[in-house]
């Protein structure tokens, strides 16, 4: 794979992907947004990937917002197709992949950044790092989940506060309120994304999927107790049920295929 905004290559079954356009903040232009869509595409068909680590170029941003120039002469009807695109190939598409996604957030997550590293199913973030949604200041809102994922996250008020503020908070803010679920020293930052992911490589990759989906129903409008019963009943077709039940039984660890 090659791209010209993006540094990918799967490792060890992982799939890293880094935002490179380190001088401008790893803001996300249309281009990047384009080849982030492809990504993501493959790492939902590829067997291979069994989780995807997610990160910006350089120490100073994981994406420091969208690229402000390329939508400033917008109007209403081109800014809702913004976002409604952008939501559809990336953010829901990460949300949605059968593949756990880990944003390892090595600097500023403002704006764009924030709700791409919310849309992974985890965060880790550098004890540099630092959060917020700034859009108001432009006279916009967040437009890419970042009102609905972030009250999922912290709650109604703290989303509020943080949406109509504008205001930034340190990472370690951002672990209490539950906006990120580690917060580590720079240099710590991928490694302990690989032990999460090492650890679930280790589990059986259909289950996964299932489980990440029926999390994710619980939270956009649909019966997430049925798509659970529904996700629970298909696991028990597969071969790896049938080796985790044996493994269990002959106590000795489980060789989980995907099938």
């Known amino acids: 794979m090659t791209y010209q905004n993006l540094i990918t290559e799967v490792k060890e079954n992982i799939l890293y992907i880094t935002i490179n356009r380190e001088k401008a903040l790893n803001a996300l232009n249309k281009e990047t947004l ?35 120039k390329e939508f400033s002469d917008y109007d209403a009807s081109q800014g809702e197709q913004l976002a409604r695109d952008g939501q559809a190939t ?33 965060r880790i973030a550098s004890d540099q790092a630092k959060l917020g949604l700034p859009e108001v200041t432009l006279g916009l809102i967040p437009g890419y989940g970042g009102t609905q994922r972030l009250t999922q996250l912290v709650g109604k008020g703290k989303a509020i506060e943080m949406i109509i503020t504008a205001g930034m908070i340190p990472a370690t803010d951002a672990e209490k309120i539950g906006l990120v679920n580690y917060v580590v020293p720079q240099a710590d930052l991928i490694s302990k994304a690989e032990e999460i992911l090492n650890l679930v490589k280790l ?16 939270l956009d409008g649909q019966n997430g107790y049925n798509v659970e019963i529904e996700s629970f009943g298909k696991c028990f077709d597969t071969a790896d049920f049938k080796e985790g039940t044996s493994a269990f039984v002959e106590k000795r660890k489980p060789v989980f295929s995907g099938k």
């Open 203 to 218: 589990r059986a990759p259909l289950a996964v999927a299932g489980a990440i989906r029926a999390v994710v129903a619980s």
């Open 34 to 68: 384009k080849e982030l869509a492809h990504v993501i595409q493959f790492a939902g068909d590829t067997a291979e990937v069994r989780g995807v680590i997610l990160t910006g170029s350089g120490e100073k941003a994981f994406v420091a917002g969208a690229d402000i």
């Open 90 to 122: 990336v953010f829901n598409a990460i949300e949605n992949s059968p593949k756990p996604f880990i944003a390892a957030i090595n600097g500023f997550a403002l704006g764009g950044g924030l709700e791409l590293a919310m849309a992974c199913h985890i």
